[in-house]
């Protein structure tokens, strides 16, 4: 389950973390560099980016930054790639977290492999857009639109650029937690988790 109340933005957003600047389109990543979570992949799709759109993308990666095989950090492969990267680190709490996801524009996730696919659960408990691989168990709780192919670097591309646009047309005034997004998630609450099974003992208890 998931109390998607811990996510929600208050009506007066606090001050977002000084990495945010405003002259840029910020995005967030959630996850390790291990290579089922395919940063790399990212990493390769940003740098075929339009030279204008990627000098103005700016990519904040919460998690482990090392590849657990010897190979190159994601923050090492993103530079020697000329894509703009933060490493902010892992351990973070949840305040900075969702500090990140109110003040950031989307989640980009990318991974080919994951159980319940909690980042982009939580990132629409806070209203915040997902774009993530339409792979299992993503697909079952994406809504239309945020799901994109695994492998096609254009469709991904193209989604990048839209949430750009979206960005420069607000002009500099802040993204609005969607509520459709945070709607979608309800469904995970523990509160509707524990009434449906106390239906269900009751019903098989009563058979």
Known sequence: GLDASKYTPPEKLPAK??????EQCHFLVVG???????????IDVLSRLDDALKAS???????????????????????????????????????????YRWHTEALLFP?????????????MAA???V???????????????????AEDEQAWMAA?????????????????????LRATVEFLSPARF????DEAWTTFCSS
């Not at 993530?132 to 168990?137: D, G, K, M, T, Y």
């Not at 990048?160 to 459709?180: C, F, K, L, N, Y």
Request: proline share 8%; aromatic share 6%.
């Open 194 to 197: 524990h009434k449906d099974m």
């Open 17 to 22: 973390p000084a990495a945010l600047t405003t």
């Open 57 to 99: 993308v700016h990519i904040h990666h919460i998690g482990g930054d090392t590849c657990p095989y010897s190979g190159q950090s994601a923050a090492a492969y993103a530079e020697q790639n000329n894509v703009q990267w933060t490493h902010v680190g892992s351990g973070i709490d949840d305040q900075t977290l969702n500090l």
């Open 131 to 149: 774009l993530a691989s339409l792979r299992p168990a993503h697909e079952e709780l994406l809504i239309e639109g945020q799901g994109l192919p």
């Open 32 to 42: 390790s560099h291990d290579p089922r979570k395919r940063l790399a992949y990212l």
């Open 127 to 129: 209203g915040q857009p």
């Open 160 to 180: 990048i650029e839209a949430v750009h646009t979206t960005w420069t047309q607000r002009q500099g005034s802040p993204r609005s937690a969607d509520p459709a």
């Open 111 to 123: 991974s080919a492999a994951e159980g319940f696919g909690y980042p982009p659960v939580e990132s």
